[in-house]
């Protein structure tokens, strides 16, 4: 028995899931998972069935917001439940290498991990095609081809240090007035209100199923390196996204080339940013 495990991050398991999806799920694989797994997979076209181990992420991958003590309660319930479903001869696949992992492995069974290449996304394919022989090829995404009305901003991202600051939701305030965009601010954290007034709709903590259905109606997704990027790829809604330089692994495919990112220290000063979008949506106009 092979057993998938995605128990990370949001946009750790939308990439994993997304090659899984192709897969069809039989007696021979399982794919095992907290709530955020599950979460994730009703994003999907095709959801996948989750075995359930924790109710939320991980507390050994957040242990600077919840502590050492519910990641130490945490780390031996998921060991303990994984030892108690494996049997010698299964393996478990993981979707990121490292101590916490390796730890996690029941007596007898083999793990499998991804290689560590320049692209998490090409990773995480070579992962899937090494498990089960073939895997889903990942289509470059693209600026917008039509003309822009419709855009979704979530300044919000799972390290604070990504947050959009206040200089940079005032330029894209103003980039969206010289634009002529409705502007959409989906705020999962809530500390965004004071801009409610001078947007088209604000959408406070909206649940996941609700900020989703309001990025497939996007003509634009704009924000920071966070997993919203990442389902605005995975439902092929372009995406400008704010990165820091070491953090490039994440972007998604074709975003490099055709300038889907902009650097934070860059887009604090508005006519860097609007050259940076003017160049991405040109580069849209000439697909």
């Not at 192709?22 to 907290?34: E, F, H, K």
């Not at 999907?44 to 130490?72: C, M, N, Q, S, W």
């Not at 989703?212 to 990442?230: M, N, Q, T």
């Not at 934070?264 to 160049?279: K, Q, S």
Request: proline residues 8%; positive net charge.
């Amino acid at each position: 028995m092979l057993h998938v495990v995605c128990a990370m991050a949001y946009g750790d398991c939308l990439i994993t899931l997304s090659q899984l999806e192709a897969i069809d799920p039989g007696a021979d694989w399982q794919l095992i998972g907290t709530g955020v797994t599950r979460r994730v997979s009703q994003l999907l076209r095709r959801p996948l069935p989750v075995v359930e181990l924790l109710p939320d992420k991980a507390a050994f991958y957040t242990i600077k917001e919840r502590g050492p003590l519910a990641a130490i309660r945490d780390y031996r319930h998921v060991r303990r439940e994984l030892r108690s479903r494996c049997r010698p001869g299964d393996h478990l696949a993981f979707e990121r290498r490292d101590l916490r992992n390796s730890g996690l492995l029941p007596p007898g069974t083999a793990g499998f991990y991804p290689p560590l290449s320049p692209s998490v996304y090409d990773d995480r394919r070579a992962l899937v095609q090494s498990l089960f022989g073939h895997s889903r090829e990942w289509a470059p995404a693209r600026p917008p081809e039509q003309p822009v009305r419709r855009v979704l901003v979530n300044p919000c991202a799972r390290y604070r240090r990504r947050h959009l600051s206040a200089l940079l939701m005032e330029n894209l305030l103003r980039l969206a007035s010289d634009r002529n965009w409705e502007l959409t601010l989906v705020d999962p954290c809530g500390a965004y209100g004071d801009w409610a007034p001078r947007v088209h709709a604000y959408l406070p903590r909206p649940d996941l199923a609700d900020a989703a259905a309001r990025l497939r109606e996007a003509d634009l997704y704009l924000g920071p390196d966070s997993f919203f990027v990442h389902l605005a790829y995975y439902y092929r809604v372009p995406h400008l996204g704010f990165y820091y330089p070491d953090h490039l692994y994440f972007l998604t495919p074709g975003m490099r080339e055709h300038g889907g990112w902009l650097a934070f220290d860059a887009v604090e000063d508005y006519a860097r940013l609007d050259a940076g979008v003017r160049r991405f949506l040109s580069a849209g106009s000439r697909t």
